[in-house]
T-cell receptor
């Protein structure tokens, strides 16, 4: 069965510093990996996805993620954090079927 | 235009009541979902429909009954509401291909008192 792990409940980063939010996955076939962001009292917004090809994918708001097959990871990154990036971030996986499984979420705090 | 819209946004009701949440998407997607987000923000899939057919039912109590009158709509009816049903319920839709991301509605915050 597919699963996603986000090992950090919370990540604190100073504004202007690079940020990384970690995600590892387990899936039987080819993984389709996604990152979403949730702002307070809002639905989830799609940030980026990995399907195939280049291991570094770029998405919305300056975010990017690196797919690493050997480490089964898909970490979210941004070179320079903004206070407005503070939100709840979810990693998700889809294994070729219709089910999209989400990690437990990581709360990102960007400190001014 | 809102891509995935849910109504109502807030729902407060007493234990034992029956309530419905409606969802509509105007993206032309084949697949629609219901997710439950609990107080710890865990997101758990409940149901998925593809072209009006139920394809995923994640051991949800049968008090929860989804209905899809057409592929643009997926409603959720809940009978005999319990305190533990309090959560935020999200509707989502996606293309019926594996590489497609899901688009989410704004959520319905259900509070059972």
């Amino acid at each position: 069965a597919q699963s996603v792990a986000q090992p950090e409940d919370q990540v604190n980063v100073a504004e202007g510093n690079p940020l990384t939010v970690k995600c590892t996955y387990s899936v039987s076939g080819n993984p389709y990996l996604f990152w979403y962001v949730q702002y307070p009292n809002r639905g989830l917004q799609f940030l980026l996805k990995y399907i195939t090809g280049d291991n570094l994918v770029k998405g919305s708001y300056g975010f990017e993620a690196e797919f690493n097959k050997s480490q089964t990871s898909f970490h979210l990154k941004k070179p320079s954090a903004l206070v407005s990036d503070s939100a709840l971030y979810f990693c998700a996986v889809r294994d070729g079927g219709d089910k999209i499984i989400f990690g437990k979420g990581t709360r990102l705090h960007i400190l001014p | 235009d809102t891509a995935v819209s849910q109504t109502p946004k807030y729902l407060v009701t007493q234990m034992g009541n029956d309530k419905s949440i409606k969802c509509e998407q105007n993206l032309g997607h084949d697949t629609m979902y219901w997710y439950k987000q609990d107080s710890k923000k865990f997101l758990k899939i409940m149901f998925s429909y593809n072209n009006k057919e139920l394809i995923i039912n994640e051991t949800v109590p049968n008090r929860f009954s989804p209905k899809s009158p057409d592929k643009a709509h997926l409603n959720l009816h809940i009978n005999s509401l319990e305190l533990g049903d309090s959560a935020v319920y999200f509707c989502a839709s996606s293309q019926g291909v594996s590489s497609s991301e899901a688009f989410f509605g704004q959520g319905t915050r259900l509070t059972v008192v």
